[in-house]
């Protein structure tokens, strides 16, 4: 059975005192509350992720990267290694994010290796994937979505394969406010995990959890999260929220 994930990105956003505050209050609600089957994960900046991972090492909640490099060490200034972020307990990385593609022209080849090197450290790559607006509009969404991830992770071998997340999120949807409607984030949904049973089977396929982020919010998760082949969110701004985070965790 497939799990049920909701993924906190929180960007280039909060101090390391304005982080531990927030994830303090998001724990105090999840120990009075009841969160039910889903799991929780917060992605903080890299100067965050040490001090965060010791604030829940006793909670449910893991901790994720927001990128990794994509080699293992070297003259490599300014960049993060799967091997550092293993070293202080990082759980998961985010690998191809939107921004990270658009802003650093990060392709499907520097991916792949990206997602192989977490892999070897034992880190959960939540694979990003997603059409920009013109790509909608032209009616090559499922093509450039397919490129992406095929190109990034079908040369895995199915038992690596089956440890990965995969992120839908529509680029034009990110951070503008517009989701993309409940049938067009399952119409995709659908035909990710079409893809991946091709490829892998439906057994693999039938397990891999397929995250929705695209202005996924408190008041839209639980129509987004009710659809068939929706099994969480990948969620930004209003993880930023304890609140508003909250609710999203407990939409299912």
């Not at 080699?71 to 921004?99: D, R, W, Y």
């Not at 951070?175 to 035909?191: I, K, L, Y």
């Not at 996924?216 to 969620?235: S, T």
Request: net charge negative; glycine share 8%.
């Amino acid at each position: 059975m497939r799990k049920k994930i909701v993924a906190g990105n929180w960007k280039m956003n909060t101090t390391i005192q304005e982080g531990i505050a927030l994830v303090n209050e998001l724990q105090k609600l999840i120990h009075d509350g009841n969160i039910g089957s889903a799991n929780v994960i917060i992605a903080p900046p890299f100067t965050h992720l040490s001090e965060i991972i010791n604030v829940t090492k006793n909670s449910v909640i893991k901790v994720s990267a927001q990128n990794c490099a994509n080699e293992l060490k070297g003259a490599f200034t300014g960049e993060v290694s799967v091997a550092m972020l293993q070293s202080i307990g990082v759980s998961h990385c985010l690998i191809g994010h939107s921004e990270r593609r658009s802003y650093y022209h990060e392709d499907n080849a520097m991916l792949n290796k990206k997602v192989k090197l977490a892999l070897q450290a034992g880190i959960t790559p939540i694979f990003c994937c997603g059409e920009v607006l013109k790509e909608r509009e032209e009616g090559k969404l499922f093509e450039v979505i397919k490129s992406q991830i095929s190109e990034a992770l079908f040369d895995l071998s199915a038992d690596d394969y089956s440890k990965i997340i995969i992120a839908y999120e529509p680029v034009w949807a990110i951070g503008t406010g517009v989701t993309a409607s409940p049938a067009q984030a399952q119409e995709m949904h659908a035909f990710i995990r079409n893809l991946i049973t091709e490829k892998y089977g439906k057994q693999i396929a039938d397990e891999t959890s397929l995250l929705y982020g695209g202005s996924c919010n408190a008041a839209n998760a639980n129509e987004l999260f009710a659809q068939a082949d929706i099994d969480g969110g990948l969620i930004g701004g209003a993880s930023l929220k304890a609140a508003d985070f909250y609710t999203i965790i407990t939409s299912f």
